[in-house]
């Protein structure tokens, strides 16, 4: 504080932070310290490895607050600065500190427990990849990284982290999911013209799961990728459009850009008055397996004993 001075001048907050001239980045001045029995601010690195006696921050301290930030930023650009910091980085890294053990444990520790996340991150990708289920009757999945900390920390009773529980694995799927689904969309935004296919089926428990197909063009090659479920409320054609729209909407792609539209033959899809095939840019080519599958179907249509064969079978598989 100075006297005679109508607005005193004190150490504050600022005084502890470095403001970038450029970027405003704001950054904490570490190295700093106060000290409220002599009412100055020291440098600790200076205190401790330097004895240049012209340096203050580093002998009897600094309290000329009118000047703070010309001399700060001074001292943190000088040389004797910079080398005692270089010191002291050094000094708490290798040798010298008194918490090296602990620090050497734990950074083991932590290492370990990255590695375990990276293995179990492996085996679900590797499931994934090969479509495979998490329990099976091949359960001889992993490395010896994986079985030597089974052994280790297996059993170990509820509140010891194993990371090895359904929990992580599909908080792992979730977050490989979404990143697949950037990817894509990154893609189908860098090729920009793209076409669709849209296709309700039943899944594994006989409810119906409306799917949803892209097909781009990249640099090296045609990309045909299944983008994802649709929400659907009904099956009219206007229901299924809305939800399509309303998907690429969400994710940025301009549906303008999409150029050819494939579906079933089903009315509601390809219907002349209310289906979904109604964008001008995008031509309409009806799914040429559907097709044949149609063909096969009224081809059997015709023979009694096939009839009642696959209905029997139908009946059975709704049982
Ligand atoms: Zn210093």
């Given at each position: 504080k100075y006297e005679n001075e109508q607005h005193p001048r004190r150490c504050t907050r600022s005084t502890f932070q470095r403001v970038h001239t450029k970027s405003g980045e704001v950054s904490e001045r570490k190295w700093l310290i106060y000290s409220p029995t002599s009412g100055s601010v020291y440098c600790f690195p200076c205190k401790l490895f330097s004895n240049n006696q012209k340096n203050h921050f580093g002998n009897a301290?600094?309290?000329?607050w009118k000047h703070a930030d010309r001399a700060l930023s001074m001292h943190e650009n000088s040389e004797p600065h910079c080398r005692a910091m270089v010191n002291l980085t050094t000094h708490m890294d290798t040798?010298?500190?008194?918490d090296k053990c602990l620090v050497t444990q734990y950074r083991a520790e932590k290492q370990y427990w990255r590695d375990m996340l990276h293995c179990v991150l492996n085996v679900v990708r590797s499931l994934a990849e090969h479509g495979l289920a998490f329990c099976d009757e091949n359960e001889n999945f992993g490395s010896p990284f994986l079985a030597q900390h089974i052994n280790k920390h297996?059993?170990?009773?509820?509140?010891?982290?194993?990371?090895?529980?359904s929990t992580i694995s599909e908080e792992f799927i979730a977050l490989l999911g979404e990143k697949v689904f950037e990817h894509i969309v990154k893609e189908l935004k860098e090729a920009k013209y793209f076409s669709v296919s849209v296709d309700s089926t039943p899944d594994i428990s006989n409810l119906d799961q409306l799917t949803c197909v892209v097909r781009y063009v990249l640099p090296n090659g045609p990309v045909e990728c299944f983008r994802t479920f649709l929400d659907f409320e009904t099956h009219s054609g206007q229901d299924i459009a809305k939800s399509l729209l309303q998907f690429f909407e969400k994710i940025g792609v301009n549906i303008a850009d999409c150029r050819g539209q494939s579906y079933d033959n089903a009315s509601n899809f390809s219907g002349k008055y209310q289906g979904i095939e109604r964008s001008e840019n995008a031509v309409y080519i009806p799914c040429c397996t559907h097709s044949l599958n149609l063909v096969g179907q009224c081809a059997v249509d015709c023979c009694f004993t096939a009839i009642s064969f696959f209905s029997f079978v139908q009946k059975l598989c709704f049982f």
């Open positions: 301290g600094f309290q000329d040798e010298g500190s008194i297996g059993n170990m009773g509820r509140g010891h982290a194993l990371y090895l529980s």
